[in-house]
């Protein structure tokens, strides 16, 4: 069976170096903050080209931090994606603000800037662009409607990290990112994990606050904040994985090419790139009406395949205040009924992409391609 994804394949390779690093942090004493939290936060913020960077406890309370210290609450509207994670909107609707869902740009996952303008309304506060499957969103015309109307960036970068908009690395383009260190993305860690990047010292100081109790010095509260920081034993562990990333990256991309040259004469839609997009295959995403037939087809050659995500947001049990609205988000609908991802990891060897290409044409009565 090829797995859909081999997190322990990754923590095997870097064994030694985890291990080192770990017994670092054992013999520390320090269990909570402290250099190692610090040394990853920097060098973080250093390859993403941001200024700051601040750990928190995982990814849905970095966006949940940000939008908090955007002064986000009851009443406010804050545009998301129709087609994403849920944390997404979860991160809104914990803070009281209303997600506003806008539909992806024609032919791509991510959300269309060309439609965000007419969900503007005069409550609106933020705009998330979530950078999915490691595919940058169009930040460009993003940042611009929104400075055109007085709105906050917020990226949801969980998905993301290494990829660049235009050369430049996600990491600064809005005004605070959020990312997750969940062990199954492109950086992860042994447990769960999170943080921002940011250009602006003010939310990354509140920020940092808000996952501190809302404290910048022991035992003054200047926030009714929360308790959710990044483990030194999981920053340790991140700094040694952040070394290889680029290099896995690397072999995602390698995987995702070798995909897309064998299957692009089958009858359904390989993942598109735009021209500003340097993606990083977080996930190698296919469309396809046949999706079950497929799965399954490929299930039974020994391929495990998974679909993200089965349903839209807001046909999930926990939106059901958008259940009579389903209709004005047809695209983010019909995604969710078609997508399908293929196994994509740093640690798939080459008999196993050439098994799953030949597997997949086979289900379209296809050899291999000519
Ligand atoms: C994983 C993920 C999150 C949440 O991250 P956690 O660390 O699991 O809380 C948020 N948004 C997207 C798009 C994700 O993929």
Redesign the pocket.
């Known amino acids: 069976m090829i797995p859909f994804l081999n997190v322990g394949a990754g923590t095997l390779e870097l064994e030694a170096e985890l291990q080192a690093a770990m017994t670092r942090v054992l013999h520390s004493g320090q269990y909570i903050g402290g250099p190692e939290v610090t040394e990853f936060e920097n060098r973080f913020a250093e390859y993403c080209d941001a200024k700051f960077a601040v750990g928190v406890?995982?990814?849905?309370?970095?966006?949940r931090f940000a939008l908090l210290a955007m002064d986000v609450g009851p009443g406010d509207e804050v545009i998301v994606p129709s087609h994403?994670?849920?944390?997404?909107w979860l991160?809104v609707s914990q803070t009281g603000a209303t997600p506003v869902p806008v539909e992806p740009a024609p032919g791509l996952f991510n959300i269309d800037p060309a439609q965000i303008e007419a969900a503007i309304t005069d409550k609106t506060k933020v705009i998330i662009p979530?950078?999915?499957y490691g595919q940058p969103a169009d930040m460009g015309p993003i940042t611009e409607v929104a400075r055109k109307h007085g709105l906050k960036v917020l990226e949801?970068?969980?998905?993301a990290q290494g990829a660049r908009y235009k050369g430049q690395r996600i990491g600064a383009h809005g005004d605070v990112v959020?990312?997750?260190?969940?062990p199954?993305?492109n950086l992860g860690a042994l447990g769960?994990?999170?943080g921002i990047t940011t250009n602006d010292a003010k939310l990354a100081e509140k920020i940092r606050m808000l996952g501190n109790y809302g404290s910048r010095e022991k035992y003054n509260h200047e926030l009714p904040g929360g308790n959710s920081r990044l483990d030194p034993l999981q920053a340790a562990v991140l700094s040694v994985k952040l070394g290889v990333l680029d290099e896995w990256n690397e072999r995602r991309k390698t995987i995702a090419v070798a995909y897309s040259d064998a299957l692009s004469d089958l009858p359904f839609s390989l993942p598109a790139v735009p021209n500003f997009a340097d993606p990083v295959w977080?996930l190698y995403v296919i469309r396809t009406e046949q999706r079950q037939a497929l799965a399954d087809h490929l299930l039974a050659a020994g391929v495990q395949t998974v679909t993200h995500y089965p349903r839209a947001c807001f046909e999930q049990p926990a939106y059901q205040e958008f259940s009579d609205q389903a209709s004005r988000f047809p695209e983010a609908s019909k995604i969710a009924a078609e997508v399908l991802s293929l196994p994509i990891s740093p640690h798939q060897s080459e008999e196993a992409t050439d098994h799953i290409v030949k597997s997949v044409r086979s289900f379209f009565g296809k050899g291999s391609k000519s």
């Open positions: 406890g995982n990814g849905l309370e970095a966006l994403t994670y849920i944390a997404t991160a979530v950078h999915l949801d970068a969980a998905q959020a990312w997750s260190f969940y199954g993305k769960d994990g999170g977080h």
